[in-house]
């Protein structure tokens, strides 16, 4: 429905009102999204009040985290004696540091991040009934911020007076009483000046942006605007009326107007600036009621009245909005109206149980061109609680709460009109100056903790309420609390007549505490780790505590084992710490599980330490005693007390565990002797290593060389053998004599390393090899000549080793013997016709075919295997008629068929021979017609002149050899005349075309017999050679 209003100018303006559904329990059926509301405002209107839609959306779900700022003395439940209670605080005024009723449990990180956690949890409603139906869940929500009061100089403040108000600046802040005193102090408490111009209650104090001048305004009319320092210059006002609410230009330090707005029950908003001689005063507006809250941000002031609140352009002089009241507000003094600039352009309101975020953007009037300023509404939502102060707070809100009291004297119904306030003192008078202070105007009888509420603006529902136990907090009303902060470090501060208690976001070391509180200790433990690794912004004690804590914590659960696994990260090089909590797991009998995890390096710890630890597992748990010794250096503890403490428990209680620890200790000890024998003794450790690194053990290992064997046989053996030199065989045949085994093993393989190193025990080895491993035997005596054949034989013929008694026989020569072992005792004639074939001997053959004949499987044997050895006519004559021989006949074909197959090949052979002699006899022949060439430079080797002459008249005699002689020289010579009369008489004329000086006519005449020379060095080297056969 479209609604219509006229301003006092004239000017129309046309507004719809939007209904809402609601269910059975007040709740939205599909709500609109919040979205902005706008009020149009051309420039240089001038109005009194534009109605405005107003859509209230209220999420009804919400928990508490409840905190309370515990009160300087102890309260007593009876009513009867609150009143007398509260007079005692006064006078002693102890302080104490507020304490929170936390019922919150786990959040993962602080402050922003709690904020965004809490942002996805509440997106989403069914979450949100779901948590407030399970009460059990709000122990999980770890609270936002940490509450603290203020001391020092305000706590004495208040032991006297009552505080009305507070402004905060980044440097200081200051405080208002009843009795009319300004104070400015740090933000310890500690009181740095104070200013008593006024004589009654300071209700508004502001501060300008540079901290330079502070102004206040008091119920009895004056405005005082003082400066931080004596330089700057005071101004002090007086109106008729009380002035409630005061604001001084962003710009007031730097400019010469000295502007500031202030208002009261006067009714009027009155900007006063300074002129040439005297201030000017302009009244902005009036008519509406009182004025009860002024801010001003760059060039908007916004004020409430009685009809809402309006916005003014202080560089237009104009107003450009107005946000009426809710229908059904109690009246404006009954409930402080809460203004806050978030941002130059945007303003949040808290007033009763409403709060709405303005928002003022420009625009552009597309029919004049001129920018005109809009509000809008950008958010707004209901309060189940009254609303004592407002503030930003990143992406949520804080908002001071209170919640309705039991009784309020004066009226039932706070919206009521006839409502009036009383100041009631001992005496049953009124005055704004008694003791006890105006506050106690519209006394309360009982109320409730004031609540701190930080409310998401995403869902306009709480996301934490913390309920502060204020002293003094059962006779407060709405009015009496207010919400001040400071912007830059993101502190609030709560005021009220008798405590100022600060809240401000939790950091780090508050979420560690908060997790140490609820038991969380592994979540605690792994920030402190992150934080180590990052920024380290926390002090080495803290991570201390918290890891001892933790491990405190888990003893008491008895889990040991997780206790002593988090030691080497607190305790780290600590000696000291170690040893303390080392004591602390003795006490519990958790020695065991600590162990692997004290430290061996760096730090050490005292000798006592690592003494006790051996000793704790010595008498108890050998095992752990054992592998703690091999693991940790023996320089950690005295190694004879440990040794003698192993000795005697070893005596009272042998164990195979201690003494392998105790071999150890011996190392450690330089003891080797006695390691070694432990470790022979006990066939565990390891032996070889032993006498790799100590070579000098080997004299250790002659007198025990059974116990070396026992250790590892193989091993053993094999290092014997190598170590011939170091251990003398003798020695250790000696000492194998009863280990025959052993001793055979030994031998063996020194016999594959070296066949003549151990001669003197082949004997010795034939007895060995024939009782331990008779298959080698054979081989044994085959590669061995160190040995009796007698005894052998012998040897063997107890044992009934046919094969070696074979061998043997046909080493000794009784060849039939041995033929008879090999078919009487063997029966295989195949291994008789290989001994004959070895043999070479007729007669051996004749007697195997003789000694076969009567068994006609010998015959069949013979027949397949004689081969060419023996004639087979020869041996089939010899056959006994009608005597039946297996597969006879494919025996005969087999055997002329191997014959036929001899023969041809033995053809084949000849006639291959036959052509080879014909070849080479050719190519014989070739060869000695075949030309010879002598160079011209060849010399007569007997007369060494060149064997062309110019003028031949002798032939030229060559051989084969390749010596050449003049036939002249030859014939002279009668030592060399040997030539053959088998030779070649070759004359030639040389071509004509190919004669020269050097080439003639000449005869060559090839010999085919021994050249002299040739035949003389050979006859020298034999006559050499029987001179020395003679000698």
Not at 92 to 109: A, F, I, T, Y
Not at 397 to 403: A, K, P, Q, R, T
Not at 704 to 732: C, G, H, M, R
Request: net charge negative; hydrophobic share 30%.
């Amino acid at each position: 429905m479209s609604n219509r209003y006229i301003d006092e100018n004239g000017i129309e303006y046309e507004y719809e009102e939007v209904e809402v559904e609601v269910d059975e329990d007040g709740n939205e059926i599909d709500p609109p999204q919040y979205g902005s509301e706008t009020i149009v405002i051309p420039n240089g209107t001038n109005f009194l009040d534009l109605p405005t839609t107003t859509k209230t959306y209220t999420n009804n779900y919400s928990y508490n985290n409840t905190h309370n700022i515990e009160p300087e003395e102890e309260e007593v439940e009876e009513e009867e004696e609150e009143e007398e209670e509260v007079e005692e605080e006064e006078e002693e005024g102890e302080e104490e540091e507020p304490n929170g009723e936390e019922n919150g449990n786990n959040q993962q990180n602080y402050h922003n991040k709690q904020h965004k956690q809490h942002h996805r949890n509440s997106d989403d409603d069914d979450d949100e009934v779901e948590f407030e139906e399970d009460e059990s869940r709000v122990d999980e929500i770890e609270p936002i911020l940490k509450y603290n009061r203020l001391g020092h100089g305000i706590t004495e403040i208040l032991k006297k007076d009552s505080a009305s108000c507070m402004a905060i600046h980044p440097k200081f802040l200051v405080l208002g009483t009843h009795w009319g005193s300004v104070t400015i102090h740090d933000f310890d408490g500690n009181e740095i000046k104070r200013y008593d111009t006024q004589n009654s209650t300071i209700t508004e104090i502001v501060i300008d942006p540079k901290g330079d001048y502070i102004a206040s305004c008091s119920e009895d009319g004056k405005v005082v605007i003082n400066p931080f320092d004596k330089s700057g210059e005071q101004f002090i006002y007086n109106y008729t009326r009380p002035i409630t609410a005061i604001a001084l230009d962003p710009e007031f330090a730097s400019k010469n107007t000295r502007q500031f707005v202030s208002g009261g029950k006067q009714g009027q908003l009155i900007l006063n600036s300074k002129g040439w001689f005297r201030s000017k005063e302009t009244i902005i507006h009036s008519g509406e009621g009182p004025i009860y809250a002024i801010k001003w941000c760059g060039i908007f002031i916004a004020w409430a009245n009685d009809q809402g609140v309006k916005i003014y352009d202080t560089s237009t002089n104009t107003r450009i909005a107005h946000i009426p009241r809710k229908d059904g507000s109690p009246r404006g003094e009954l409930y402080r109206c809460c203004l806050c600039w978030e941002k130059p352009n945007q303003l949040i309101i808290g007033w009763a149980k409403n709060v709405e975020v303005i928002q003022i953007t420009e625009k552009v009037d597309m029919s004049t061109g001129s920018t005109i300023k809009i509000a809008q509404i950008m958010n707004q939502f209901q309060t189940k609680y009254w609303i004592s102060g407002i503030a930003p707070f990143a992406e949520e809100l804080v908002i001071l709460g209170y919640n309705d009291a039991t009784t309020i004297e004066g009226s039932d119904d706070p919206t009521s009109s006839s409502a009036t306030p009383k100041v009631l003192n001992t005496s049953g008078s009124t005055s704004p100056n008694n003791i006890t202070g105006a506050w106690n105007q519209g006394r309360v009888d009982s109320a409730s903790k004031p609540s701190i509420h930080i409310v998401s603006r995403k869902t306009n529902s709480s996301i934490t309420t913390d309920n502060l136990n204020v002293n003094g907090y059962q006779h407060y009303k709405a009015t009496d609390y207010r919400l001040d902060y400071n912007t830059d470090e993101s502190i609030f501060y709560i005021v009220c007549p008798k405590d100022v208690v600060a809240a401000k976001p939790r950091n780090l070391d508050d979420h560690l505490t908060w997790l140490m509180e609820k038991l969380k200790y592994d979540e605690a433990l792994d920030i402190v780790e992150k934080d180590m690794k990052t920024i380290k912004s926390l002090p080495a004690a803290r991570v201390r505590e918290v890891g001892e804590k933790y491990i405190d914590y888990l003893l008491e659960k008895k889990d040991i084992r997780k206790a002593a696994s988090l030691c080497p990260k607190i305790c780290q090089r600590d000696p000291e710490l170690w040893e303390k909590w080392i004591f602390r797991f003795l006490k519990l009998g958790g020695l065991q599980p600590l162990c692997p995890y004290i430290p061996i390096g760096n730090p050490s710890l005292s000798c006592a330490i690592y003494e006790m630890f051996l000793n704790h597992f010595l008498q108890n748990d050998p095992d752990s005693f054992l592998k703690t010794v091999t693991e940790w250096p023996s320089s950690l503890y005295n190694i004879q007390a440990i040794i003698a403490a192993v000795e005697d428990k070893h005596s009272r209680q042998p164990n195979d565990t201690i003494m392998i620890a105790l071999a150890q200790l011996y190392t450690y000890d330089n003891n080797m002797e006695k390691t070694l024998d432990i470790y022979l003794k006990l066939k565990r450790g390891n032996v070889f290593e032993l006498l790799n690194r100590f070579p000098n053990l080997y004299n250790s290992i002659q007198n025990k060389i059974s116990l070396f064997i026992d250790y590892n046989q193989q091993e053993a053996i094999k290092l014997l053998v190598a170590n011939t030199d170091k251990i003398p065989i003798p020695i250790v045949v000696n000492q194998l004599n009863d280990k025959r085994e052993y001793l055979h093993r030994y031998l063996h393989t020194l016999f594959l390393k070296d066949a003549h190193i151990a001669h003197d025990h082949h004997e010795k080895q034939i007895q060995l090899y024939a009782e331990f491993e008779p298959t080698l035997l054979l081989s044994f005596l085959k590669n061995s000549g160190h040995y009796s054949l007698e005894r052998a034989l012998e040897e063997c013929s107890k044992k009934q080793l046919y094969e070696e008694m074979v061998y043997l026989l046909g080493r000794i020569g009784n060849s039939k013997e041995a033929l008879n072992l090999i078919l009487d005792k063997l029966h295989r004639i195949k291994d008789a016709v290989e001994f004959v074939e070895q043999q070479k001997d007729e007669e051996l053959w004749e007697y195997l075919i003789k000694k076969s004949m009567n068994n006609s499987s010998y015959i069949s044997e013979l027949l397949e295997n004689i081969g060419s050895n023996v004639d087979p006519i020869k041996l089939i004559r010899l056959i006994p008629e009608k005597m039946e021989i297996e597969d006879l006949r494919d025996r005969l074909v087999k055997i002329l068929s191997d014959y036929n197959l001899q023969m041809s090949l033995r053809e084949g052979c000849r006639e291959i021979l036959k052509s080879d002699c014909v070849n080479l006899e050719e190519a014989l022949v070739d060869s000695l017609r075949m030309g010879r060439v002598v160079e011209e430079q060849t010399k007569c080797a007997t007369c060494s002149q060149p064997i062309i002459l110019p003028r031949p008249d002798s032939p030229i005699v060559l051989y084969f050899c390749s010596h050449t002689y003049h036939s002249r020289c030859l014939k002279t010579n009668n030592d060399l005349n040997t030539s053959s009369p088998n030779s070649i008489q070759a004359q030639k004329q040389l071509p004509q075309g190919q004669q020269s000086s050097s080439h003639h006519h000449s005869n060559l005449e090839i010999s085919f017999g021994n050249c002299p020379i040739c035949v003389q060095s050979t006859q020298i080297k034999l006559a050499k050679n029987s001179r020395k056969l003679g000698q």
